[in-house]
C-alpha cells in the first residue's frame, strides 16, 4: 500500500482546570490532508475496501487525544475555475495502524454514510466563481457541513475520491481542521 505521509494536525489542548485530567478543549491547526483531487479518482474497489489504496496524494490525517470534530475544506488556485465538483468519501480507522487483512478488527469506519458504497459527499466548491471564499492565492469551497464532520472515535481519517475535481489550471487540494 503506498500512499502518502501521516500528516498530523499540531493539536493544542487547554487543561479544563486544577482536578480535571482531559482536555477543556482541543483544536489543530489546517493541515493538507489530500494533495490533487483532480488527479484520477480512486478505483471502485478501493472505495469499499479502503485500506487497500495506493494513492501518494492522500494522506492519512492521525487523530489527537479529545478530538472529535473535523472541519473539511478544499482549495484551488484563484485564476482558476473548477466545472466538476470533487465527491468525496471518508473512512476512519478506531487502529493506529491502517491494517487490509482484518488483524485489527473490521476495516474501518464510513464517516460521511452508514453505506459502505453509498455515493460520497459533493464537495462545494462555487462553480460562478463570484461571491466565493478566496484570498490573493486560492479559492476555497464551503465547509463539507458546518458543525463538523464527527470522527466517531476514529484515530485515524482517510479520504478517498470517488468524482475528481476538473480545475481549468492548476490541483485541487483538501484541508481538515480538528476540533473537541
Not at 2 to 25: E, F, H, M, W
Not at 161 to 167: G, K, N, R
Request: glycine letters at 10%; one cysteine or more.
Amino acid at each position: 500500500m503506498a500512499i502518502g505521509a501521516n500528516v498530523r494536525a499540531g493539536l493544542v489542548t487547554k487543561a479544563g482546570g486544577a482536578d480535571v485530567t482531559y482536555p477543556g478543549s482541543a483544536y489543530g491547526s489546517w493541515v493538507q490532508i489530500h494533495d490533487d483531487l483532480t488527479a484520477a479518482a480512486d478505483a471502485a474497489a478501493v472505495l469499499i475496501r479502503p485500506w487497500s489504496i495506493a494513492n501518494a496524494n492522500m494522506h492519512p490525517l492521525v487523530i489527537g487525544p479529545g478530538v472529535s470534530r473535523i472541519f473539511l475544506v478544499g482549495r484551488y488556485p484563484v485564476a482558476s475555475s473548477v466545472t466538476t465538483l470533487p465527491v468525496l468519501r471518508f473512512w476512519g480507522s478506531h487502529n493506529a495502524a491502517i491494517v487490509d487483512d482484518g488483524s485489527g478488527g473490521p476495516g474501518g469506519t464510513r464517516l460521511d454514510n452508514v453505506d459502505a458504497n453509498a455515493a460520497g459527499i459533493t464537495l462545494p466548491f462555487n462553480l460562478t466563481n463570484t461571491n466565493d471564499w478566496r484570498d490573493t492565492t486560492y479559492r476555497y469551497s464551503d465547509m463539507v457541513t458546518i458543525s463538523g464532520t464527527d470522527l466517531l472515535g476514529c484515530q485515524v481519517l482517510t479520504t478517498y475520491v470517488e468524482t475528481a475535481c476538473v480545475v481549468s489550471a492548476g490541483v485541487a487540494t483538501l484541508w481538515a481542521l480538528v476540533l473537541n
